[in-house]
């Protein structure tokens, strides 16, 4: 088949988060045993799991036509490619990783100015060094493979290192100097393909299913029957950004309405609708919303 988009799938940490992901957009995303190569119900599509560390390299040297990474490693790389979307979705919650410099609790290091001259233990080096010279710190910066929590006080004297809930740096006794970088999922496209009219489509059909499968997290959709005397009663009720669809019924004295809500608020408001006069109420759930 000549049309064919070679899509990054990260391996790791966002593995099961992106399947589930894909499967909520419509795709069926799977994943053998020491396989590279996962399957996908689309023909149209080539997977290749691949670290999200390194993502960034193989999208812009043209391996892959696009792919799933952090904005965090296209910085890292300094990679050429295109953001087409941001994705906020990560393994622990919907909130960007955080990048942080760390020290053990009793160290002296309180400023990033007390970071001259120090061995900083990180896996994003290029990232820590262009930091460190936007504050005129000059610092030894080291890669670390794994592990970095456990490596100061011995190994070095600080560290740059991801959290999402800062639970891992508090558990080795670590506390936070500050920030360096905040981080979300990017769909990155390499410039060549991007430009390619089929690959594009391609990829914007894929970036349309996956921010509406988003869209759709924790929200409901509410139908109910409502007498048109009620409809202002039912209105008043409803969260004053929603915009429902009202619709006539074969009754004219009666309308269907229509809306969308955040799931958590929906059995507070399903009592009140129905004090409101509304009736027949049912509550349905969201796979994808499309704007």
């Keep these: 088949?000549?049309?064919?988009?070679?899509?990054?799938?990260?391996?790791?940490?966002?593995?099961?988060?992106?399947?589930?992901?894909?499967?909520?957009a419509g795709y069926k995303l799977t994943f053998t045993s020491r396989n590279y190569y996962p399957t996908i119900d689309d023909p149209e599509i080539h997977c290749t799991l691949i670290r999200a560390q390194e993502m960034p390299r193989y999208v812009q040297d043209?391996?892959?036509?696009?792919?799933?990474?952090?904005?965090?490693?296209?910085?890292?790389?300094?990679?050429?490619?295109?953001?087409?979307?941001?994705?906020?979705?990560?393994?622990?919650?919907?909130?960007?990783?955080?990048?942080?410099?760390?020290v053990?609790?009793?160290?002296?290091?309180?400023?990033?100015?007390?970071?001259?001259g120090k061995r900083i233990a990180t896996e994003v080096v290029q990232l820590t060094r262009r930091w460190l010279a936007s504050h005129g710190v000059e610092?030894?910066?080291?890669?670390?493979?794994?592990a970095t929590e456990v490596k100061p006080p011995k190994l070095a004297d600080a560290i740059v290192e991801v959290t999402e809930t800062g639970s891992s740096l508090r558990a080795n006794n670590l506390r936070i100097i500050c920030d360096i970088l905040q981080s979300t999922t990017r769909f990155i496209a390499n410039p060549a393909a991007a430009q390619d009219p089929w690959k594009r489509r391609k990829m914007d059909d894929l970036v349309l299913m996956l921010k509406g499968a988003m869209a759709a997290e924790n929200k409901v959709g509410l139908m109910m029957n409502v007498r048109r005397t009620d409809i202002d009663k039912v209105l008043s009720v409803l969260p004053s950004l929603q915009k429902p669809t009202i619709s006539t019924l074969s009754d004219p004295e009666w309308a269907d309405l229509l809306t969308i809500l955040d799931d958590s608020v929906v059995r507070r408001i399903i009592p009140e609708l129905k004090r409101a006069g509304a009736t027949g109420i049912v509550e349905f759930p969201l796979t994808k919303l499309i704007d």
């Design 104 to 116: 053990p609790n009793d160290s002296p290091i309180h400023t990033p100015q007390d970071l001259q």
């Design 1 to 24: 088949m000549d049309n064919v988009l070679k899509l990054g799938i990260p391996a790791g940490s966002l593995q099961e988060a992106t399947a589930e992901l894909f499967r909520k």
């Design 62 to 102: 043209g391996s892959l036509d696009c792919g799933l990474t952090g904005h965090d490693w296209v910085l890292e790389n300094n990679a050429t490619v295109e953001e087409l979307a941001e994705l906020i979705f990560s393994k622990v919650s919907r909130r960007p990783v955080r990048w942080v410099l760390a």
């Design 139 to 146: 610092a030894n910066v080291e890669f670390s493979w794994g």
